[in-house]
Nanobody, 114 residues
Framework: QVQLVESGGGLVQAGGSLRLSCLAS????????MGWYRQPPGEQRELVAF???????NYADSVKGRFTISRDNAKNTVYLQMNSLKPEDTAVYYC????????WGKGTQVTVSL
């Protein structure tokens, strides 16, 4: 059984920063892909960024240059450093793990105010 638990969301003013963390527990494979998705109010879930166990990364165009994804394989944890936040970044952010199957966390709310 795999569990993903996100933390670090909250309310921040535009231009501010937040750091999200996601701890994976259970049967975690050595080779996998971990990532972050988000779902703005009334919209569909969308990819924010992902990182492979080897460290390769990919970002949505809307967050390039502002967000940085990283991981600590020894801790089975993935991070999302979010800088220069904008109101349009407001969403529920979900952690994602792909290793044969696809696993999701319950999400953490990020709200960016003007």
């Amino acid at each position: 059984q795999v569990q993903l638990v996100e933390s670090g969301g909250g309310l921040v003013q535009a231009g501010g920063s937040l750091r999200l963390s996601c701890l994976a527990s259970g049967s975690i494979f050595r080779f996998n892909v971990m990532g972050w998705y988000r779902q703005p109010p009334g919209e569909q879930r969308e990819l924010v960024a992902f990182i492979t166990s080897g460290g390769s990364t990919n970002y949505a165009d809307s967050v390039k240059g502002r967000f940085t994804i990283s991981r600590d394989n020894a801790k089975n944890t993935v991070y999302l450093q979010m800088n220069s936040l904008k109101p349009e970044d407001t969403a529920v952010y979900y952690c994602n793990l792909q290793q044969g199957g696809v696993y999701w966390g319950k999400g953490t709310q990020v709200t960016v105010s003007l």
